[in-house]
């Protein structure tokens, strides 16, 4: 059903958010020129996986995520392990980390936020020259 979205240009975050009312969590990952290459959905309840959506970071290398919907989260991406280490030093945040053998080659950063969809969108969106400037614009983000 949703195979129509893979290939073509990603619709507005907003145009997403009602094509994705039905599905608890989702994830739109795009291309760099800004074409939808995976779509992950889930309906499960948060008992099994609420995180099941988010992709391998080694996958991020390619694709961008650019749309998720997680109802009692927010995810972001993070390639520095110094930085998602500081950031789980914080109360309610949490990280899954990937390694290929002993080198870290990212991670997805949590906090719990129940229907926090700007945080989300706004997180996505970040980009930054340093890791401290990284680091600060996430967390500007979060106590905003």
């Given at each position: 059903m949703l195979s129509f979205l893979v290939g073509s240009p990603a619709p507005s975050w907003y145009d997403l958010k009602d094509i994705f009312e039905d599905y608890r969590s989702v994830a739109v990952y795009v291309d760099d020129r800004g074409?939808?290459?995976?779509?992950?959905?889930s309906s499960l309840d948060d008992c099994f996986l609420p995180t099941s959506v988010l992709v391998n970071p080694a996958y991020l290398k390619k694709l961008k995520p650019y749309y998720i919907k997680l109802p009692n989260f927010v995810a972001f991406?993070?390639?520095?392990?110094?930085?998602?280490?500081?950031?789980?030093?914080m109360k309610y945040w949490r990280a899954i980390e990937y390694y290929s053998g002993n080198e870290f080659i990212g991670g997805w950063v949590l906090y719990d936020c129940k229907n926090c969809e700007e945080k989300q969108m706004l997180h996505l969106q970040v980009t930054a020259n340093s890791e401290e400037e990284l680091y600060l614009k996430h967390l500007s983000i979060y106590n905003s």
């Open positions: 074409n939808i290459e995976m779509i992950k959905v991406p993070i390639f520095s392990l110094k930085i998602l280490r500081k950031m789980i030093e």
